[in-house]
T-cell receptor, first 110, second 113 residues
Framework: KQEVTQIPAALSVPEGENLVLNCSFT??????LQWFRQDPGKGLTSLLL?????REQTSGRLNASLDKSSGRSTLYIAASQPGDSATYLC?????????FGQGTELSVKP | EAQVTQNPRYLITVTGKKLTVTCSQN?????MSWYRQDPGLGLRQIYY???????DKGDVPEGYKVSRKEKRNFPLILESPSPNQTSLYFC????????????FGNGTRLTVT
């Protein structure tokens, strides 16, 4: 059974720091992996989508990598800002299923 | 504005009273899906639809129904709601499930007493 795990569950950093969020999955036969951001009381916003054949995707200060063989993905956030405070979730598409991790709650302190 | 619209945002109901949560997207997306989000359990897929008239069960379909008669609409139906269906529900859509990012609605918070 596919499991998706995100570590740490919560992270607090000072503004300006570079940081890495981790996502691991047990079944490497995924179609893709997505990173989302969820603000309190809101829906999820897609940040980056990595196809199974790709190694990384970049958007602005965000960079996501994918290593299927080891079942890992990382989301790198450069020069963090208070506006980056949110919960970050990863999700994998496996067959007909979309499976989410539990998320990492990020707090960036001014 | 491109968006996924869910209604209502908040709903309080009683056990056994049928209800429908609507979901509509204006992006001509083929793929639509429903999720519930619960503390400690995260987001779990209820149903999904690859295209019009095509629907399939997700991980937690018991107690729910869906229909996809038009491309833009994907309502979630609870025929006889129970308290264990109290949750935060999200609808999402994309052009293609395998290659396109998902766009989410703002959620519907359902309480069943």
């Amino acid at each position: 059974k596919q499991e998706v795990t995100q570590i740490p569950a919560a992270l607090s950093v000072p503004e300006g720091e570079n940081l890495v969020l981790n996502c691991s999955f047990t079944d490497s036969a995924i179609y893709n992996l997505q990173w989302f951001r969820q603000d309190p009381g809101k829906g999820l916003t897609s940040l980056l989508l990595i196809q199974s054949s790709q190694r990384e995707q970049t958007s602005g200060r965000l960079n996501a990598s994918l290593d299927k063989s080891s079942g890992r993905s990382t989301l790198y956030i450069a020069a963090s800002q208070p506006g980056d405070s949110a919960t970050y979730l990863c999700a994998v598409t496996l067959g007909s299923r979309l499976i989410f991790g539990q998320g990492t709650e990020l707090s960036v302190k001014p | 504005e491109a968006q996924v619209t869910q209604n209502p945002r908040y709903l309080i109901t009683v056990t056994g009273k049928k209800l429908t949560v609507t979901c509509s997207q204006n992006m001509n997306h083929e793929y639509m899906s429903w999720y519930r989000q619960d503390p400690g359990l995260g987001l779990r897929q209820i149903y999904y639809s690859m295209n019009v008239e095509v629907t399939d069960k997700g991980d937690v379909p018991e107690g729910y129904k869906v229909s996809r008669k038009e491309k833009r609409n994907f309502p979630l139906i609870l025929e006889s709601p129970s308290p264990n269906q109290t949750s935060l529900y999200f609808c999402a859509s994309s052009f293609n499930r395998d290659y396109s990012p998902l766009h989410f609605g703002n959620g519907t918070r359902l309480t069943v007493t």
